[in-house]
């Protein structure tokens, strides 16, 4: 079996037999007619953040122009509707938690020296790699200044507990670059303080706003964690046997970086020659992938079951993010919850 | 006139005729053993920070472990003493005043492209520019879960205002770069902005550690803003004027890294020519001063009072910093801070 054969895509389909699973962008498009002004405000709120004529302003201008997916905001304003709804408190977070996420991508991109980012070329190529820094830096407090304003009770304090998490896995996963013998354990700890928290305060911020009860709350955090986790191994998936036309990037980036992700890590596992090879083009200076090396990895990830098991993983994560849900009154913003989990693991880009 | 002549440190030393002015390096020796374990105190916190061992906390522990001179973490204690004393809180706000300077200092050098400080290598040059951007984010969240456990009511929320006005004069030093048009106006913005506040900030906080009434808070905050702006004015001219081998780096940094001081400015206003002679070096991509531009430079700066003007400049915010504190019983606290605004303008590196 080769990639032509079985594409990601198609093995995502087969991520539930028991519910109609929509794509991504098919269920983040039905969303936004139900939640009618919730993202718009967000969206709103993003683009007229504080601007001067600065390379720091424009930096981040840039960057927050180029409309994600704003998964986050989603996430923290599907938890204020688990409530009572989405106000002007929960729409604050939801921007505070897009600008923390932005601040992470305008350091990272200096740090990975990227140039593209969403098709366009990054933030730091057009205005320096000073005014990206700077602009994470700005983006940063300017989130925390917002959850203070919003003034829940030790809600500021969580915030910096998970940047501190957020921060310490990206620590981790600097020591392992290129490192083929990094663990999968270590794999699943960068994931856990880099991706996970930030959607686990999304949950938990959206449903504080919303008033929804301590227990819940606990209940929709162990939902978001498990959705980040989900989320971050489909993405390392895509970065290796995505199609490249449809994520919108060159594929292996994530190697190029030194980023030793879960199916790489079982690829070396199950062909120990890969990982001498993989060893072998990380001493180098500039790594540079052979055609070879990279037909070769891509046999691995298909002809050994790495996709389907990463997938698989994924799946089951999706599906434990959903059961924590079990115990919610149903309701709309539950039912959406639920669409989400699934559409992220039934996504291409 | 010529720099062998006449220099900084004997312009400073006529800084004042009614106060017995010692160095700054006598002055905080004397300090230090007056205030027992106050600084040991800080000092063993500093090295005491969390670590493993990655890029991110090697590089904070790099630059934590070169022994500044402290001057915040200072500020704080003495603010302290004006109160009910130093004690673990007054620490705490101590460390995290550092922690904040240092998280600036790393993204500078990465910046800047700095590789050298206080006389050795940057983090950066050891560990790479990622571990200095990562290690800046974290020792930048790490003070302020600091200052959040000590829960000082309303501290939080001026600490992350005050870093929005270091990150808005970052921003506008960024946008002045190179630009030998630069206002004097947009100096002092730049320098209230970067520099003041954190000393405004650490008088503010370790008064409130020591509960000093609000009136007195304000008088001491009044102090560290002018504290603030007479050091960055002499730490201007040092780098243009000063002893190299007694600063400990090469002089004109700031102008390789296209910072328009206020030296700098006044010397442009007072000989046009010299400015179309930078004007010609900062448009090339690397800027380089023959020894021609250096020694005109330098003549200007001498010859035109510039370097008098601006120590003047920094005895007039000193004598307003001492001033400020008029309205505080006198105490062992208070004249403490005097001798410390006194030794600031009156120090060669």
Redesign the interface.
């Known amino acids: 079996m080769v990639a032509a054969d079985k594409d990601v895509l198609s093995i995502l389909s087969t991520v539930s037999a028991n519910h109609k699973v929509e794509s991504l962008a098919s269920t983040l498009s039905q969303l936004k007619r139900w939640m009618g002004s919730d993202l718009a405000e967000v969206e709103a709120g993003l683009t007229k953040i504080e601007h001067?004529?600065?390379?720091?302003?424009d930096s981040a201008r840039h960057l927050l122009g180029q409309k994600g997916k704003r998964l986050r905001p989603l996430c923290v304003a599907l938890a204020a509707r688990v409530g009572s709804g989405f106000d002007a408190a929960a729409r604050e977070l939801a921007i505070a938690v897009e600008l923390v996420h932005s601040a992470t991508l305008l350091?990272d991109d200096?740090?990975d020296l990227g140039d593209k980012r969403r098709g366009i070329d990054t933030a730091r190529v057009i205005y320096g790699?000073?005014?990206s820094?700077?602009a994470?830096?700005?983006l940063?407090?300017?989130a925390?200044?917002r959850i203070?304003r919003v003034g829940i009770p030790g809600l500021?304090?969580k915030s910096?507990?998970v940047?501190?998490e957020i921060?310490?896995a990206?620590?981790?996963q600097?020591?392992n670059r290129g490192n083929v013998r990094g663990t999968v354990s270590d794999y699943f700890r960068i994931v856990e303080g880099k991706t996970a928290s930030l959607f686990r305060w999304a949950l938990f911020a959206g449903a504080s706003a919303g008033g929804v009860c301590p227990e819940h709350c606990l209940l929709l955090e162990s939902y978001g964690r498990n959705l980040g986790v989900a989320f971050q191994v489909v993405d390392d998936v895509l970065d290796l046997a995505g199609n490249p036309e449809v994520v919108g990037k060159s594929l292996f980036t994530d190697l190029h970086e030194g980023k030793m992700t879960y199916p790489l890590l079982l690829a070396i596992e199950r062909a120990p020659r890969l990982g001498e090879e993989l060893a072998a083009a990380c001493a180098k200076d500039a790594l540079c992938l052979s055609p070879q090396l990279e037909r070769h990895l891509t046999a691995v990830l298909w002809e050994t079951g790495v996709v389907e098991q990463c997938l698989s993983l994924a799946r089951v994560r999706s599906a434990e993010a959903i059961a924590a849900l079990g115990s919610l009154p149903t309701s709309k913003a539950r039912a959406a919850l639920e669409q989400v989990a699934l559409a992220l693991v039934h996504r291409e880009k």
């Open positions: 001067r004529d600065t390379p720091v302003h350091h200096v740090i790699n000073a005014g820094i700077y994470g830096d700005w940063l407090v300017d925390l200044r203070a500021l304090d910096l507990s940047l501190h921060l310490e990206e620590a981790l600097l020591a």
